[in-house]
């Protein structure tokens, strides 16, 4: 099975900051990853298929990158809306999950 | 629009079993592949369970492999989860989430999930 080591598992950021979210495959995934934003309460929604591909309705400040076993997300100017959970899930074999990472605000 | 709407979760004692179901909506649920995702109380997500447009294929972890069971009814667009043998650490928001493509297993609709609580 492949591990998805996700990195902070909490991020304190205040209203229009930069915040980078990384995971890592413990094999080369292909790019084949996704993003995904969940609030309390509520199931987790798409936001980036295929490393930095954004899905219809993910706003532009949202993007992702990386290759081979090395990937990030990122929120360019955070937004109040954007104070949720995000996972990254790989779909190269059976799909894992990482850890999930809590935004708040500072 | 696409829906998915859980039902069957509730209250079960460790060891007993309990059947979750899936009503699918707004799409034709016989050409996706269908999957059970599930979230432990303030914990991350797990999938559980795949199952292939035909129901001839399914998937899960090791985790729950030979206790759980899911199936389909393209006729009546409905998925479900047979637990057996649950234990405490079952204890989860189950969702159910529709794969994007046969090849690519990301997960683009979700439904809003029903509790599953194994305790005495």
């Known amino acids: 099975d492949i591990q998805m080591t996700q990195s902070p598992p909490s991020l304190s950021a205040s209203l229009g900051d930069k915040v980078t979210i990384t995971c890592q495959a413990s094999q080369n995934i292909n790019k084949y990853i996704a993003w995904y934003q969940q609030k309390p309460g509520k199931a987790p929604r798409l936001l980036i298929r295929y490393t930095s591909t954004l899905e219809s309705g993910t706003p532009s400040r949202f993007s992702g990158s990386g290759s081979g076993r090395d990937y990030s997300f990122s929120i360019s100017n955070v937004e109040s809306e954007d104070i949720a959970s995000y996972y990254c899930?790989?779909?190269?074999?059976?799909?894992?999950f990482g850890g999930g990472t809590k935004l708040e605000l500072k | 629009e696409v829906q998915l709407v859980e039902s069957g979760g509730g209250l079960v004692q460790p060891g007993r079993s309990l059947k979750l179901s899936c009503a699918a909506s707004?799409?034709?649920?016989?050409?996706?592949?269908m999957a059970w995702v599930r979230q432990a109380p303030k914990k991350g997500l797990e999938w559980v369970a795949t199952?292939?447009?035909?129901?001839?294929?399914?998937y899960y972890p090791d985790s729950v492999k030979g206790r759980f069971t899911i199936s389909r009814d393209n006729a009546k667009s409905s998925l479900y989860l047979q637990m057996n043998s649950l234990k405490s650490e079952d204890t989860a928001t189950y969702y159910c989430?529709?794969?994007?493509?046969?090849?690519?297993?990301?997960?683009?609709?979700w439904g809003p999930g029903t509790m599953v609580t194994v305790s005495s």
């Open positions: 989430a529709r794969h994007v493509a046969t090849t690519y297993w990301y997960f683009d609709f």
């Open positions: 707004g799409f034709t649920f016989s050409n996706y592949y």
């Open positions: 899930l790989q779909y190269d074999n059976l799909p894992t």
């Open positions: 199952i292939s447009t035909s129901g001839s294929r399914t």
